[in-house]
Nanobody
Framework: QVQLQESGPGLVKPSQTLSLTCIVS??????????WSWIRQPPGKGLEFIGF???????YYNSSLKSRTSISWDTSRNQYTLQLTSVTPEDGGVYYC????????????WGQGTQVTVSS
């Protein structure tokens, strides 16, 4: 059973960098064809894909966020990290890490989500 757990600060100031970590258990993040992703849900809005990292294909980002997004990993700790720079209040919401299925067939495992507020 794959489990994912997000961690990171719940409050970030505008213009700063948001950094969240997803700890994965039950599977190696270096397994081919496993896409370790980040998704967010702003208040009152739908889910928004942010990006993923995969051992066999590297990283891929939502084009609307690409200039501010970086996803990296620590394979020794089996975890991956999201960094989103120059945040504004519009970047607030619930952030999820999730395992994306091949060919964009959905997500089969999710973290519980972590609330992020951007405010001074």
């Amino acid at each position: 059973q794959v489990q994912l757990q997000e961690s990171g600060p719940g409050l970030v100031k505008p213009s700063q960098t948001l950094s969240l970590t997803c700890i994965v258990s039950g599977a190696s993040i270096t397994t081919d064809n496993y896409y370790w992703s980040w998704i967010r849900q702003p208040p009152g809005k739908g889910l928004e894909f942010i990006g993923f990292i995969a051992h066999h294909s590297g990283t891929y980002y939502n084009s609307s966020l690409k200039s501010r997004t970086s996803i990296s990993w620590d394979t020794s700790r089996n975890q991956y990290t999201l960094q989103l720079t120059s945040v504004t209040p519009e970047d607030g919401g619930v952030y999820y890490c999730a395992k994306l299925l091949k060919n964009w067939l959905g997500y089969d495992y999710w973290g519980q989500g972590t609330q992020v507020t951007v405010s001074s």
